[in-house]
């Protein structure tokens, strides 16, 4: 049963003590209609990543989906994913974290030797017309205040790098982001801005894997709907995010 989560957003809250997966009832709202609702629960059974991977959601996440009905077109849904990776970089630094986003949704924490540990992932799936999204799901799973042995190799969370946090307050700065970011009113083309503020994947080399091909190169810039521009040996090549399977730095 939903309880009162107690949280202050511009979105109604759902909290579920425990769920298969926050988008999966995510999505119901959505195909009931509804708008602006955000799924949170504190453990997840059947946490999916992309492309059927499985996210491990034990008990002291953060995770979360919000349901939007942007009127926008499907091309610019990108940037949704965008935004909802700046809310957590910044939540993140505020807590106190050194948080980076790789491109496209991965929110990351440098380690001491520089090796990067995956504090954050975003799945973000929507229904809609060539013209139109009719929904659009945001799922946003941060691993909070769970101890870092229980995930998978790496990953890191909130609790190991500085420490259990209050997770009312994180999401609250979370969704207030994603909502200054995209709500009503706002131009997109500023996510973009964001982004490179917090963007570790810039001036890297880095190998795309897309389904038809293997872009590699040096990262230089993040464009309109949040592809990446890489600077290869024949010149430059735009890599969509919808198309990335992997990015690994080089
Ligand atoms: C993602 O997939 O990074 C998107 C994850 C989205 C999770 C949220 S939680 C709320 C909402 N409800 C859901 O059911 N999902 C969303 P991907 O880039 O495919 O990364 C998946 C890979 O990350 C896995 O194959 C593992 O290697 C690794 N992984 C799994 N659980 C992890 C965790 N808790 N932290 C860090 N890495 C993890």
Same mark, same amino acid.
């Given at each position: 049963?939903?309880?009162?989560?107690?949280?202050?957003?511009?979105?109604?809250?759902?909290?579920?003590?425990?769920?298969?997966?926050?988008?999966?009832?995510?999505?119901?709202? $959505?195909?009931?209609?509804?708008?602006?609702?955000?799924?949170? $629960?504190?453990?997840?059974?059947?946490?999916?990543?992309?492309?059927?991977?499985?996210?491990?959601?034990?008990?002291?996440?953060?995770?979360?989906?919000?349901?939007?009905?942007?009127?926008?077109?499907?091309?610019?849904?990108?940037?949704?994913?965008?935004?909802?990776?700046?809310?957590?970089?910044?939540?993140?630094?505020?807590?106190?974290?050194?948080?980076?986003?790789?491109?496209?949704?991965?929110?990351?924490?440098?380690?001491?030797?520089?090796?990067?540990?995956?504090?954050?992932?975003?799945?973000?799936?929507?229904?809609?017309?060539?013209?139109?999204?009719?929904?659009?799901?945001?799922?946003?799973?941060?691993?909070?205040?769970?101890?870092?042995?229980?995930?998978?190799?790496?990953?890191?969370?909130?609790? $190991?790098?500085?420490?259990?946090?209050?997770?009312?307050?994180?999401?609250?700065?979370?969704?207030?982001?994603?909502?200054?970011?995209?709500?009503?009113?706002?131009?997109?083309?500023?996510?973009?801005?964001?982004?490179?503020?917090?963007?570790?994947?810039?001036?890297?080399?880095?190998?795309?894997?897309?389904?038809?091909?293997?872009?590699?190169?040096? $990262?230089?810039?993040?464009?309109?709907?949040?592809?990446?521009?890489?600077?290869?040996?024949?010149?430059?090549?735009?890599?969509?995010?919808?198309?990335?399977?992997?990015?690994?730095?080089?």
């Amino acid at each position: 049963a939903a309880l009162a989560f107690g949280l202050e957003a511009p979105y109604n809250i759902e909290y579920e003590a425990q769920v298969a997966s926050t988008n999966d009832r995510a999505r119901e709202h $959505a195909e009931e209609g509804a708008a602006d609702v955000v799924v949170v $629960a504190d453990e997840q059974t059947g946490g999916r990543g992309r492309l059927d991977r499985e996210w491990t959601a034990p008990s002291g996440g953060v995770w979360a989906s919000l349901v939007l009905r942007p009127e926008r077109p499907p091309a610019a849904v990108p940037m949704y994913t965008l935004a909802a990776a700046v809310a957590v970089a910044r939540a993140a630094r505020g807590a106190g974290v050194n948080a980076s986003i790789k491109w496209p949704n991965d929110v990351l924490v440098a380690g001491p030797d520089s090796e990067e540990a995956k504090l954050c992932g975003i799945l973000t799936e929507m229904e809609g017309e060539a013209d139109r999204v009719s929904w659009l799901v945001i799922g946003v799973g941060v691993n909070a205040n769970i101890d870092r042995k229980t995930l998978p190799a790496g990953a890191t969370s909130l609790r $190991a790098e500085v420490g259990d946090v209050d997770r009312r307050r994180f999401l609250q700065r979370v969704l207030g982001g994603v909502h200054d970011l995209t709500g009503e009113g706002a131009d997109l083309r500023a996510v973009l801005d964001a982004w490179r503020e917090y963007a570790s994947t810039l001036g890297r080399r880095v190998r795309v894997e897309t389904p038809r091909r293997v872009v590699e190169g040096r $990262a230089v810039d993040v464009q309109f709907p949040g592809s990446l521009i890489v600077e290869t040996d024949n010149g430059e090549r735009v890599v969509h995010a919808g198309d990335c399977e992997h990015l690994r730095p080089t």
